[in-house]
């Protein structure tokens, strides 16, 4: 077997190692998520969340920050919604939503939890719940969320062990 041909089979059954790997620890945290009855659609929004920007598990841990404080931006905003809308009718939405864009897009500005990707990861999940605002809503959400990290952080590590270590010239 020539060296082009076993590098080119090296990295094909690393590339499908690793899909194979993703794939389990998904399927897990996938029935983590149903056994404690907590959204699935939450915790891989969670993963992406986690997984957004930023390549290292601080990074990741950061994200979720972000994520779960935009998780808490959007259960504000639909406070606000519901307290605005007798005064301000269907402007009320797109008023409210405006402050918070101007709140988390100022928040990039901050050290380490300065993602708004993942911040926008946490209003989504909040409206894409369609639920009302509620404590017990918030910690629902964030604990399938913080699976889905969980589960992309866990992803990740298995991954690096899984790349070949680069063999000296």
């Given at each position: 077997?020539?060296?082009?041909?076993?590098?080119?089979?090296?990295?094909?059954?690393?590339?499908?190692?690793?899909?194979?790997?993703?794939?389990?620890?998904?399927?897990?945290?996938?029935?983590?998520?149903?056994?404690?009855?907590?959204?699935?659609?939450?915790?891989?929004?969670?993963?992406?969340?986690?997984?957004?920007?930023?390549?290292?598990?601080?990074?990741?841990?950061?994200?979720?920050?972000?994520?779960?404080?935009?998780?808490?931006?959007?259960?504000?905003?639909?406070l606000l919604i519901a307290i605005s809308t007798p005064?301000?009718?269907?402007?009320?939405?797109?008023?409210?939503?405006?402050?918070?864009?101007?709140?988390?897009?100022?928040?990039?500005?901050?050290?380490?939890?300065?993602?708004?990707?993942?911040?926008?990861?946490?209003?989504?999940?909040?409206?894409?719940?369609?639920?009302?605002?509620?404590?017990?809503?918030?910690?629902?959400?964030?604990?399938?969320?913080?699976?889905?990290?969980?589960?992309?952080?866990?992803?990740?590590?298995?991954?690096?062990?899984?790349?070949?270590?680069?063999?000296?010239?």
């Amino acid at each position: 077997m020539t060296v082009a041909a076993s590098q080119t089979r090296s990295l094909r059954f690393e590339f499908h190692s690793v899909t194979f790997i993703v794939a389990v620890v998904a399927a897990v945290a996938t029935l983590a998520t149903s056994m404690l009855s907590l959204p699935a659609w939450a915790m891989f929004l969670g993963w992406v969340g986690y997984s957004v920007s930023g390549q290292t598990r601080r990074e990741g841990f950061a994200n979720l920050i972000s994520l779960l404080l935009g998780l808490a931006l959007g259960l504000g905003a639909g406070l606000l919604i519901a307290i605005s809308t007798p005064l301000l009718g269907v402007l009320a939405i797109p008023a409210v939503i405006f402050g918070v864009v101007v709140l988390v897009m100022s928040l990039r500005g901050l050290p380490l939890i300065n993602n708004p990707l993942a911040y926008f990861a946490g209003l989504i999940i909040f409206f894409a719940s369609a639920a009302a605002p509620s404590v017990g809503l918030f910690i629902e959400l964030a604990s399938a969320s913080a699976l889905g990290a969980v589960g992309a952080a866990f992803a990740g590590l298995i991954q690096s062990w899984c790349r070949p270590v680069p063999k000296a010239p």
